[in-house]
């Protein structure tokens, strides 16, 4: 069935470094996909996202890139900060782009100072 | 501000009674609303999609019975859980698709059931 999972539950870095969550999906049909940060009781809050006809998009100190050969998706997020740290989450839209989303575990950020 | 609107923020209720959490799509009208559930230190899973006008359409293993779906208007979606159990706390989240087909949640609702 369809799936979008993350590679690692945890990453720690440190405060300046640059930090890549990485996901992986596996419906190849799936044609949008959204990097999303959760803060602690709050709602997912939209990070980034990317179709499938591209490969690479940036945003403000965030860049998502999409490798459909191997069905990878990953987060980079440059000069990381202490207000990155949230669990972050990549999802995928079902065929059609519907609204309807398929969420990936989540990854926790953790940035030291 | 806030685009989606959830009501209430945070809910204890009693097991056995029935508590609705309310999501307001306050700068466009949406036909299509969506229900997410999220257990502790875990993702974001599906329970239905609300249509306005019609059935709920829900996802494998969520009973219909339990969590009753209401899409009355074109700006609100009402998730009702009856009969609620403990196991039933969690962390519920609407959300809203957009123009240009963007997703906007709400701010979630915590329900605990004591």
């Known amino acids: 069935g369809e799936s979008v999972g993350l590679h690692l539950p945890t990453l720690s870095v440190q405060e300046g470094d640059n930090s890549i969550i990485n996901c992986a999906y596996s419906n190849s049909a799936s044609d949008y996909f959204i990097w999303y940060k959760q803060e602690s009781g709050k709602g997912p809050q939209f990070i980034i996202d990317i179709r499938s006809n591209m490969d690479k998009r940036q945003g403000q100190r965030v860049t998502v890139l999409l490798n459909k050969t191997v069905k990878h998706l990953s987060l980079q997020i440059a000069a990381t900060q202490p207000g990155d740290s949230a669990v972050y989450f990549c999802a995928e839209t079902a065929a059609g782009n519907t609204g309807k989303l398929i969420f990936g575990q989540g990854t926790t950020l953790q940035v030291k100072p | 501000g806030a685009v989606v609107s959830q009501h209430p923020s945070r809910v204890i209720c009693k097991s056995g009674t029935s508590v609705k959490i309310e999501c307001r799509s306050l700068?466009?009208?949406?036909?299509?609303m969506f229900w997410y559930r999220q257990f502790p230190k875990q993702s974001l899973m599906l329970m239905a999609t609300s249509n306005e006008g019609s059935k709920a359409t829900y996802e494998q293993g969520v009973e219909k019975d339990k969590f009753l779906i209401n899409h009355a208007s074109l700006t609100l979606s009402t998730l009702t859980v009856t009969s609620a159990h403990p196991e039933d706390s969690s962390f519920y989240i609407c959300?809203?698709?957009?123009?240009?087909?963007?997703?906007?949640f709400g701010e979630g609702s915590w329900l605990t059931v004591v």
């Open positions: 959300s809203v698709r957009g123009p240009g087909n963007t997703i906007y």
């Open positions: 700068d466009f009208q949406a036909t299509t």
